[in-house]
């Protein structure tokens, strides 16, 4: 990774506009955008410079994600603007609470949002894992247990991380050990030692978010290796691949057959074509999964913010959309069953997979337009029912501290807050 520095003859104290418009993700990438234009740069110069991936650079200008806090700061040094774009980048992380409209759904009763997001970044570096030298490593699956931190649950903190979006530790130095956790085949697996395709999709997604070395193409050549044979029958694989392809490469052709995968994997139901939890052959009376229609239209919204010439895909977005307003469902956890062969080769082993059902179909209706007030509000009443106020994580009844529900509960929250703060009246 490249060492930031400032170049006077690339920018010169150039002042970040400040203007009527509100200080929003959009507003800080138009500024991120016009700096790097006057200063001359291609996104991949600057990406170089400050020593992240021309993908992350291009999400922050397009205004999908911030930059993390220590982002910001090397930017910021590198254009010479006086702390500004720091100062604009924390102004676009805790907006003021809008007013909310009469009927809505309060997101957070006692504390603010930006006082939740805080304590689950402070419960998270408490809880990450350090080596002999008391350096960061990661973090391990249940957070109340004592083991080694795996890739996937330490993907899993650094995207959590970012989300709550606090400057508590070097998240780079972490992404780091990640990245040198790769197996011999260049893919990640679990504690099974099996090469997962959603393990491979977790952490490509948390290294492009807190910027990595690693090429895109080899990353999405990763991704597409980690599919198996049994990944297009699996919803739960192809949205969670999907999720990530569409953030990083929604116009290549990993895309392209995650989508047709992902549609192809539904079921013909009373209600209409959704998602069960797998779809195989000589299954006994399938049913229609409300988490699994609700990951999928997440992941599908995930790439028609970027491509819009599929409509097949908004067809089948607003037909699962509709059912899961009108299911009734408790919208708690339900867990699946992934078969996966041992590393030595000796079989097969069961891996469980829980899924926080809330936290998906909050994000299923938070990133789709014309969400009923009543089935959100219902969502998040489940999903606060499961936050351990003190500890400042999710956790299951039984006390597990799963650092994935915590990832799921802070996504849907932040999804929540952006939908409800761009309502309008018509959705009264």
């Not at 993907?155 to 992404?175: D, K, Q």
């Amino acid at each position: 990774m490249s060492t930031p520095y400032s170049d006077p003859t690339s920018a010169s104290r150039r002042a970040v506009a400040v203007g009527p418009d509100p200080v929003t993700v959009a507003y800080v990438g138009r500024e991120l955008k016009r700096l790097r234009r006057e200063a001359g740069e291609t996104q991949a110069r600057t990406a170089e410079i400050v020593g992240v991936a021309r993908a992350n650079l291009a999400q922050w200008e397009t205004g999908k994600y911030l930059p993390s806090p220590q982002n910001a700061r090397q930017l910021d040094s590198h254009f010479n603007a006086a702390n500004a774009l720091v100062e604009l980048v924390d102004a676009a992380r805790s907006p003021r609470d809008a007013e909310r409209p009469v009927g809505m759904p309060v997101i957070v009763t006692e504390d603010s949002l930006a006082g939740v997001f805080r304590k689950v970044g402070r419960s998270l570096v408490d809880h990450l894992a350090t080596d002999e030298d008391g350096e960061p490593i990661g973090w391990q699956h249940h957070l109340q247990e004592n083991r080694s931190p795996t890739a996937l649950s330490t993907a899993y903190g650094l995207v959590a991380m970012v989300t709550v979006a606090e400057p508590y530790i070097n998240l780079h130095s972490i992404a780091a050990r990640l990245l040198a956790m790769r197996s011999p085949d260049g893919t990640w697996s679990g504690r099974a030692g099996s090469s997962q395709p959603e393990i491979t999709a977790a952490v490509v997604d948390a290294l492009f978010r807190v910027g990595t070395s690693l090429p895109l193409d080899d990353a999405l050549l990763l991704m597409e290796k980690s599919l198996g044979p049994d990944s297009a029958t699996r919803p739960y694989l192809l949205s969670t691949a999907l999720h990530t392809v569409a953030r990083l490469r929604p116009d290549g052709h990993l895309a392209d057959r995650l989508v047709e995968d992902l549609l192809n994997s539904r079921l013909d139901f009373r209600e209409g074509k959704l998602w069960p939890e797998k779809k195989e052959p000589g299954l006994v009376a399938p049913e229609a999964s409300v988490v699994h229609t609700a990951r999928a239209v997440c992941a599908l919204n995930d790439f028609r913010r970027h491509r819009d010439d599929r409509p097949e895909v908004t067809e089948a977005v607003e037909e699962a959309v509709q059912w899961l307003v009108g299911v009734q469902h408790p919208d708690d956890g339900v867990t699946e069953e992934l078969i996966r062969p041992r590393p030595d080769g000796n079989g097969t082993t069961r891996v469980p997979i829980r899924h926080f059902t809330a936290a998906w179909v909050i994000q299923a209706l938070a990133t789709s337009p014309r969400f009923p007030p009543a089935r959100m509000h219902k969502a998040l009443d489940i999903l606060w029912k499961r936050y351990d106020r003190e500890r400042g994580l999710w956790a299951w009844s039984s006390g597990d501290l799963p650092i994935w529900m915590t990832l799921d509960a802070v996504s849907a929250l932040r999804e929540a807050s952006f939908a409800m703060s761009s309502l309008g009246p018509q959705r009264e």
